[in-house]
T-cell receptor, first 115, second 114 residues
Framework: AQKVTQAQTEISVVEKEDVTLDCVYETRDTTYYLFWYKQPPSGELVFLIRRNSFDEQNEISGRYSWNFQKSTSSFNFTITASQVVDSAVYFCAADSGAGSYQLTFGKGTKLSVIP | EAGVTQFPSHSVIEKGQTVTLRCDPISGHDNLYWYRRVMGKEIKFLLH????????ESGMPNNRFLAERTGGTYSTLKVQPAELEDSGVYFC????????????FGPGTRLTVT
């Protein structure tokens, strides 16, 4: 069984500030996958990134970056120079990758970027 | 390429009535999933189809929920009879493969049972 914890329920930042969304996971699997999804006001979940448990390299995509640390079971997401369009609910999720293909989600973090 | 679509976007029904939700996955995606988010809680897995077969239905809450995917294309999720606790947002997702691959989600159907 897996568990994903997003301790931050809501975060508000002023535009152009950097913000980090925390994600802590629990799993007994040696192989697993971690994901981040964005849910804008329109409602659909938009895939942002996938990492597997064997790849601890951090990743940067434009203003977005992800820090995966197995030692602390964390997969944190940082938005640099936030913009109003970043306002959304962000979900962290985990998938064991073998045998069970269901995603286990955290409760989500609502990010509000104030102009 | 069209994304995952769901119909209806909203549904308000009375307790005891029946509701059917529909999901059209991305064309060519054999894997189709249903999830549900009850107010204030996590998004929870309901079931997983591979083509027309139920691969995993461990998340289905009870036998009032029936999911089908005839022909391996679109899927329906029927709730009969609906109870108050069934209210929430029902998401459908699809993926070309399974296990460690990203799932593409639809906009969800918001179900309100009064």
């Amino acid at each position: 069984a897996q568990k994903v914890t997003q301790a931050q329920t809501e975060i508000s930042v002023v535009e152009k500030e950097d913000v980090t969304l925390d994600c802590v996971y629990e799993t007994r699997d040696t192989t697993y996958y971690l994901f981040w999804y964005k849910q804008p006001p329109s409602g659909e979940l938009v895939f942002l990134i996938r990492r597997n448990s064997f790849d601890e390299q951090n990743e940067i995509s434009g203003r977005y970056s992800w820090n995966f640390q197995k030692s602390t079971s964390s997969f944190n997401f940082t938005i640099t120079a936030s913009q109003v369009v970043d306002s959304a609910v962000y979900f962290c999720a985990a998938d064991s990758g073998a045998g069970s293909y269901q995603l286990t989600f955290g409760k989500g973090t609502k990010l509000s970027v104030i102009p | 390429e069209a994304g995952v679509t769901q119909f209806p976007s909203h549904s308000v029904i009375e307790k005891g009535q029946t509701v059917t939700l529909r999901c059209d996955p991305i064309s060519g995606h054999d894997n189709l999933y249903w999830y549900r988010r009850v107010m204030g809680k996590e998004i929870k897995f309901l079931l997983h189809f591979v083509k027309e077969s139920k691969q995993d239905e461990s998340g289905m809450p009870n036998n009032r929920f029936l999911a089908e995917r005839t022909g391996g294309t679109y899927s329906t999720l029927k709730v009969q009879p609906a109870e108050l606790e069934d209210s929430g947002v029902y998401f459908c997702a699809s993926s070309p493969g399974a296990g460690g691959v990203e799932q593409y989600f639809g906009p969800g159907t918001r179900l309100t049972v009064t």
